[in-house]
Structures are given as C-alpha cells and as structure tokens.
C-alpha cells in the first residue's frame, strides 16, 4: 500500500511538471511583437491595428493565407508574406492594391478601383488625387475597361467614364474630347476615333458621336 502511494504521489508530480512545461513552451511562442514592412500607402500604426488580432497567437501554426482570410477584401492589402523571427516576433512584408480609377456609384458612393477592378475602400491619397473617375457600376465597367484593353485604347489619355441606364457609355478625355458610344459593337467605334483622333481635320472637334450605327457626328 505504501509502495502504492508513494508511486502515485510520484506521477502527480511528473505529470503536473510535464504540464506545467507544456504551457511554459507554449506562452514562449505568443506572438508579442509585429513589425511591418513595404507598405506605401497604408500606415504602420493603421496594419498594427488591422493585424492586431495576432496578438497571443502561437508563432508556430501561423501561415499568411489564413491571415489575409481574416482582412477586409476591400482594404489596399493585395497580399502579405510573413516572417517568423522566434519566439515571439511577426514582421509581415505588405503588398497594396494599385487603383486605376474612382468610382461613383448611383448611391454616389466613393470606391477605388483595382486592376482587376475590385472595389477598394476609399480615402483622400495624394498619389490618386488624378485618377480617371467612373460614374457607373463595377459590373458594367469592368466590361468596357477590359474590351478597351484588348485593342490598346490609351486608357491613360481618360478623364471620365460616363455609363446610361440604356447600358451605354460616355467617355471624356482628357483633352475634353468626347466620345459617345453607342450599345452595341462600340468596339468599332473605339478603335475609329483611335484611327482619327490625331489628325488635323479632326482637332476642332469636340464630340465624336458614334450613337447611329454607320455614322460619326462631330460637333
């Protein structure tokens, strides 16, 4: 019996030390610190804020999809890749979002627009005080921008992208020139006005209106 008791006072105690080191170890791998690294528009203090739910995590199990899953998908964070310095240390490398434009919406709501034309959250930045603006929706846009792209329209010679609840757009260039599209096939039209933008005959004008089919009318 005495043997007995003495045997089992003795796995207590084994077993209260094997947990007791077990939770040594894993608070030494709590994260405690995040450093961050690359970003330009976004500010350290705001990422701190946004990836502060890491806080207490355990280093070891970690992986930068699982993170990225827990940002909001309209925020400037394209993609992270992060760095395990042990034990307790996250530095995570931010890659942000490029807009390409603003959008307003018909709630005259304020977005950025992605390269792949993804709603991004919308802010007063320097670096995209110029950018082209959409007065439309993210659907119809994305179409006209991607049929723009195919025949190598300089999207960059654009002010304003103008959508109609007739489904057709109005696009204002920089140098005030506007063209009017017709609904369908407005690809033909896109890549005449290309053909004859340059020219001196057509300098003095406008409107390019492509709206009747087999017709441009200048103004």
Same mark, same amino acid.
């Given at each position: 019996m005495k043997n007995r008791l003495i045997l089992g006072i003795s796995l207590l105690i084994l077993f209260s030390t094997f947990i007791s080191q077990k939770k040594i170890t894993i608070n030494k791998f709590k994260i405690e610190?995040?450093?961050? $690294? !690359? /970003? /330009?528009?976004?500010?350290?203090?705001?990422?701190?804020? %946004?990836f502060s739910f890491l806080y207490n995590k355990n280093i070891i199990f970690l992986n930068s999809y699982k993170i990225k899953n827990e940002i909001d998908q309209k925020s400037f964070i394209e993609k992270i890749e992060i760095k395990k310095i042990f034990p307790n240390k996250l530095v995570i490398k931010v890659f942000e979002k490029e %807009?390409? %434009?603003?959008?307003?919406?018909? =709630?005259? !709501?304020? *977005?950025?627009?992605?390269?792949?034309?993804?709603?991004?959250?919308?802010?007063?930045?320097?670096?995209?005080?110029?950018?082209?603006?959409?007065?439309?929706?993210?659907k119809n846009f994305k179409t006209l921008f991607e049929n723009l792209i195919k025949i190598n329209f300089p999207t960059e010679q654009i002010q304003i992208y103008r959508h109609f609840k007739i489904n057709r757009w109005d696009i204002?260039?920089? /140098? =005030?020139?506007?063209?009017?599209?017709?609904?369908? /096939?407005?690809?033909? +039209?896109?890549? +005449? *006005?290309? +053909?004859?933008? $340059?020219?001196?005959? *057509?300098?003095?004008?406008?409107? *390019?209106?492509?709206?009747?089919?087999?017709?441009?009318?200048?103004?």
């Open positions: 610190e995040i450093k961050i $690294e !690359n /970003n /330009n528009i976004l500010e350290d203090r705001e990422l701190i804020k %946004a %807009a390409i %434009a603003i959008l307003i919406d018909k =709630k005259k !709501n304020k *977005f950025y627009l992605g390269k792949k034309i993804d709603l991004i959250q919308y802010r007063k930045i320097p670096k995209y005080e110029n950018l082209p603006i959409v007065e439309g929706e993210q204002e260039m920089k /140098n =005030k020139k506007i063209l009017k599209l017709p609904v369908e /096939n407005y690809t033909d +039209s896109l890549i +005449s *006005f290309m +053909s004859i933008k $340059e020219k001196t005959n *057509f300098e003095k004008y406008k409107i *390019f209106d492509y709206r009747v089919n087999n017709q441009l009318i200048l103004k």
